[in-house]
C-alpha cells in the first residue's frame, strides 16, 4: 500500500468513526479535561513548586503565550521557506522557456 492509498484509508477510518459516533462532546470530552491549560498549570507547578495558586497561573499563562508564539513562528518561517521555494521555482521555469525560445542565447 502506498502513502496515498494508507492516507485515503486512516481518512475513511476517521470518517466512518465519526459516522458511528452518537454523542461527539463525550467523545472529545476526556481531550478537553487534558487541554493545554491543564498542560501549562502543570508545568508552572513542576517549575515553581513552592509559588502560590496566582503565581502558577501568571507562570501557566507566560508558558502559553510562549507556546502559541513559537507556533506562530514556526508557521510564518514555513510561509516564508515555501513562498521563497516558489519564487525560485517561477525563475526556474522562465528562464527553461526562454532557453527553450532561444531568447538570451549567442546566435
Keep these: 500500500m502506498n502513502t496515498n492509498e494508507r492516507s485515503m484509508r486512516m481518512k475513511l477510518a476517521a ?3 465519526w459516522a ?4 461527539r462532546s463525550a467523545r472529545t470530552a476526556a481531550a478537553r479535561r487534558a ?14 513548586p ?3 495558586d496566582e503565581e502558577i497561573a501568571k507562570v501557566a499563562e507566560s508558558l502559553k503565550k510562549a507556546h ?17 521555494q516558489a519564487q525560485q521555482d517561477k525563475a526556474r521555469r522562465v528562464q527553461a522557456e526562454l532557453a ?5 542565447t549567442a546566435a
Design 35 to 48: 487541554s493545554h491549560h491543564t498542560r501549562f498549570l502543570d508545568m508552572a507547578r513542576e517549575k515553581h
Design 68 to 84: 502559541y508564539q513559537g507556533l506562530a513562528l514556526k508557521s510564518a518561517q514555513a510561509r516564508r521557506i515555501k513562498r521563497e
Design 100 to 104: 527553450q525560445a532561444g531568447v538570451g
Design 15 to 17: 470518517h466512518t468513526s
Design 20 to 23: 458511528n459516533t452518537a454523542d
Design 50 to 52: 513552592d509559588a502560590t
